[in-house]
């Protein structure tokens, strides 16, 4: 028996596997953590592509100037296309404005001062939000379980 401790003591064929034990949890930890942000991610990204997506229909049709009726279609097929990434249709906001000398104006359809730079624009955003599966994780970022995310995209028409 008093060979048997020091024998013991010098042994080293079981370390390996103790320092496994001892870090495979931070491990696993770091490896959760990657994953959740990327699926945050991804689901930024979709919604950002969507809104991208959704200003293209407005330049598609060229709608420098166009009667009301046709302003609300565009809008409402902005709507639409951006509702695809949508957890809801309520989450998407189409808008189209115009701005004189950089000033917004109510009406798409205003006419500008003479001399005044004419910009036009159509933007989508969406809202949503992601629950991640380690909530801990993302600190202040979460409220009630899930964290805000947001796509948006805006284009100038004229």
């Known amino acids: 028996m008093p060979r048997l401790i020091p024998a ?19 491990l696993l930890a770091f490896l959760a953590g990657i994953v959740d942000c990327a699926r ?15 200003v293209e229909i407005a330049t598609a049709g060229g709608i420098s100037a166009a009667s009301d009726q046709a302003l609300q279609t565009i809008k409402t097929n902005m709507q639409n296309d951006a509702t695809s990434a949508a957890p809801a249709a309520s989450q998407v906001t189409a808008s189209l404005w115009l701005e004189c000398a950089g000033v ?50 805006s284009v100038r028409v004229q």
Do not use: H, W
Not at 8 to 26: F, H, K, T, Y
Not at 40 to 54: G, I, V, W
């Open 8 to 26: 013991l003591r010098r042994d080293e064929r079981g370390a390996s596997l103790v320092e496994l034990a001892l870090m495979a949890p931070i």
């Open 40 to 54: 945050l991610y991804a689901a930024k990204l979709s919604m950002q592509q969507a809104a991208e997506r959704s």
């Open 104 to 153: 917004k104006q109510n009406d798409f359809n205003t006419a500008c001062n003479t001399g005044d730079q004419v910009a036009r624009y159509a933007a989508v955003s969406i809202t949503g939000s992601y629950r991640p599966a380690f909530p801990y994780l993302f600190g202040s970022l979460v409220s009630n379980g899930r964290i805000a995310v947001r796509g948006a995209a």
